[in-house]
């Protein structure tokens, strides 16, 4: 199969494998196949072996591509651009490093191997079998040839096997599977009672206090830089003749309309009159949040891109969908900055409010505790009895759970005492008893036994990744 593949594509422009593929691979830029470059440009060199800037281009930009996909945006802003470039950098090097541990400790994969893998892809499948047709065509849809395709399956099978040999050999004694079973199915006796938050006509707040917490907190009350725009809108629906004449004629218009808006790129008027269309203006929206139009996000990004926004220049042509575009042009902004005291003084209140009760009954609650450790009680206290209880129950408050489960376990009848904040105040915790989790039968006993493996064989690949890592020598270009 190796051999008939090489024989017959040879020359051929072959591309990014379908979504399929990259789940089956998780990764799709292997350094494998570039290793027979010129080393004269660079973006990291892993022991010596470089990572080319072509080869880091290319999986950049299939990553740009993916993500744009995916948050349906014409093109990622800059800060997204950035972290993308750190991430697909970081991944390639990772990959290389993991290839190079496993060329090391005498892993290979032969050509049996890869003609296996090739034939179990259903995307390469016809009928159920290997072939040859859908193979070509699958790599025709991107940027690989067919023997770096081949090139990507050896190094990612290559990758994997030290991965596999840990996960699978990896286990778990008996005594670590019931400590786990207790430990997970452990049920505690928890009472519970609650603080309410105390009003704050005790500490009323004053005004110079508000003014403090808004200097102090400028950050928080930023509002987001803002804009309005004109636009003129071209639907096929607005057409006398829903059939071919039709939607011949909104083609026309649309390449009228883009013409226009390039040749007079500092007003929509001109073009408007050409189509006898109508220019409306938008209210302001920000970057990532609008309403009708704006609720399309290509048309936010390209109003805030550098020709619109920057250089106050008409837009290309939107498609909005098969029927509709607009051109769209700045008509006003609002630079970003902080919001105006008088508009977020009341927030603030209500939020220096909240802070001082939560401070109140927090303040009384530990007080409480602390008397409650030293045997002392207090008649004020309604305490709720939850009983025994496991650690996923949904009868009580999540916190409150999460804080009773976290206390040590009462010994010699000495109760365990702890503090949670809930919505409505803070709740006194305490824990009387505690029960070892019990095993409900084998079936249970099986599944956390494969879980224990799975994560120490995790843990174990994990340290192995990281220990690579760690004498690997990374220089970046």
Do not use: C
């Amino acid at each position: 199969m190796l051999q008939s593949i090489r024989d017959r594509t040879q020359g051929w422009v072959a591309g990014v494998i379908i979504s399929l593929l990259i789940v089956s691979f998780a990764f799709w830029g292997v350094h494998s196949y570039f290793t027979g470059q010129s080393t004269s440009s660079f973006v990291a060199k892993v022991n010596g072996t470089p990572i080319s800037k072509a080869f880091f281009s290319e999986n950049y930009a299939r990553m740009k591509q993916q993500s744009e996909a995916r948050l349906q945006t014409a093109t990622l802003s800059a800060s997204l651009q950035d972290t993308l470039r750190k991430r697909t950098l970081e991944e390639l090097i990772t990959l290389e490093i993991l290839q190079q541990a496993s060329l090391s400790q005498g892993y290979r994969i032969s050509h049996q191997r890869i003609d296996a893998i090739l034939s179990t892809i259903p995307a390469f499948q016809l009928n159920g079998k290997f072939s040859m047709d859908r193979f070509q065509k699958a790599l025709e849809s991107g940027g690989y040839t067919p023997q770096g395709f081949i090139d990507l399956l050896n190094a990612t099978a290559l990758i994997d096997q030290p991965r596999q040999g840990l996960l699978f050999t990896s286990f778990a004694l008996p005594g670590e599977i019931e400590n786990s079973i207790a430990l997970v199915n452990q049920k505690r006796d928890i009472d519970y009672a609650l603080v309410p938050f105390q009003s704050s006509a005790a500490h009323p707040i004053q005004e110079a206090d508000i003014k403090q917490y808004y200097d102090a907190h400028l950050n928080d009350f930023q509002t987001p830089e803002k804009v309005s725009i004109e636009y003129i809108a071209l639907s096929l629906d607005k057409k006398e003749k829903q059939g071919s004449k039709a939607e011949q004629l909104f083609a026309e218009h649309s390449e009228k309309l883009a013409n226009l808006a390039y040749e007079h790129p500092e007003s929509l008027a001109i073009a408007a009159n050409a189509l006898g269309l109508t220019i409306q203006t938008s209210p302001l929206f920000t970057r990532d949040q609008g309403d009708g139009l704006l609720s399309h996000a290509n048309v936010r990004e390209i109003a805030f891109s550098h020709d619109v926004f920057d250089l106050q220049n008409n837009s290309d042509v939107i498609p909005l969908d098969s029927r509709s575009v607009v051109v769209v042009r700045v008509k006003e902004k609002v630079p970003a900055g902080a919001a105006p005291f008088a508009t977020v003084k009341q927030i603030i209140r209500a939020r220096l409010e909240q802070e001082k009760g939560e401070e109140g009954a927090l303040s009384s609650a530990q007080l409480i505790e602390q008397q409650l450790k030293t045997g002392k009680t207090s008649a004020a206290l309604t305490w709720h009895q939850a009983g025994f209880v496991g650690r996923h129950t949904a009868k009580i408050n999540s916190s409150i759970l999460d804080t009773a489960f976290a206390l040590p376990i009462p010994v010699n009848d000495t109760l365990s005492f702890g503090v949670a904040k809930v919505p409505t105040g803070v709740a006194l915790i305490r824990v009387k008893a505690v029960q070892p989790g019990q095993m409900l039968g084998k079936e249970e006993y099986r599944v956390f036994a494969e879980q224990i493996q799975s994560a120490q064989g995790l843990a174990e690949y994990q340290l192995y990744q990281d220990s690579a890592a760690r004498r690997a020598k990374v220089v970046l270009g």
